[in-house]
């Protein structure tokens, strides 16, 4: 496991010309990075208890007090205004995040500061981002949801030794008889860039995200640790149908949102440019939704944002990218865990936490696939 993170620090100046190893060529060129899951492709992956939900067994230190806010340029805004946490500039995006000590031969080979020169900022879906801000709409200020995570531990300090030292993840673990396992692994607790009330980012592929968690000491979560950190319980309950309960409950998490039409024009996933300039990325600050949490403590698997993950293919072998949990939209597409599928209509989906969708499948070596609603989080192997 990698020492315990440094802020981040992005000198533009000192930029090397090094070939970048994955970065993103033009948003339109032949890739379909704007079109949604199956299940949720044509426009018609939190609105649920203000109150903080208790502290998960063995959660990891207590939610910061809100810090001053600030825009873009660095000048003051509204506290309580939920614009106020969509950033556009380069260095206020990578600025949520930081990075691993980098010996100077990694240094050389991944060349950090090009990387996130290249594969960081706004105003484009070439670049991972929190979202066309023109279009967006967030209805909850980061204060609101700190105020909402008040008393609530995300990581005890015993959780982020166990962790490497990485802040804001916890140990999961499957357990026997009552007994729990060996954690062999640890998840961040939000969505990428895994901070307390700050948006996710979006337009970020598999292979992008991989080098982002890569750059943090972490990587990709795998499809059997994300649905275990969503089922599973560290007292040795029960495994639970969604993260937050047995019965579906489209007002604990971000699922209730619609798609909203642009100057009169619906959300036009065909290419990744209709995507960004018609699709909003309607998304809230990591915990708005303290009730959508997993016993683990992990936040929004449910809602938000859909995630990246990986999973070992068993009749090849190869590490394929999957997509996996639902977006703000889900209410639009939302089918009971039990309930058949519709044989007219809307294909739905049920989010439950076993359900292994086969979306966007890409080999890892070359998984480009992106869009307005889909994000990830990280993981990292217990050393």
Known sequence: MSKPSRPLRVALAALAAAPLSCSRGDADRGRDAGAAPPAASAPAPSAGPAASAPAAPGDAGAAPGAPAATGDAGAPVAAGDPMATHHEAREDLVRLFSLKELTERERRLKNPELFLEKNFGGGTPAR????????ARHTRSKQQCLEGLEGVVLQTEEQRARCGGHENMVPVFKTARGKPKPAAFCIDIFEFPNKPCELPMVWASPTQAASVCSLQGKRLCTEDEWSLACRGDPEGGAPRTYAYGDELDLTVCHTQTRHREIDGKPCDGDTARSAYQTCATDTEPAGSYPACRSRFGVFDQHGNVAEIMTRRDRDDGKLYSQLKGSAWFYVEVAREHDAPRPKKGRETYPDHCA???????????????????????????IR
């Open 128 to 135: 991972i981002n929190q979202g066309n801000k023109e279009l």
């Open 355 to 381: 359900f292994s969708p086969r979306w966007h499948v890409e080999p890892m070596e070359n998984a480009w696939h992106a869009n307005y609603h889909l994000g990830f989080r990280c993981c990292a192997t």
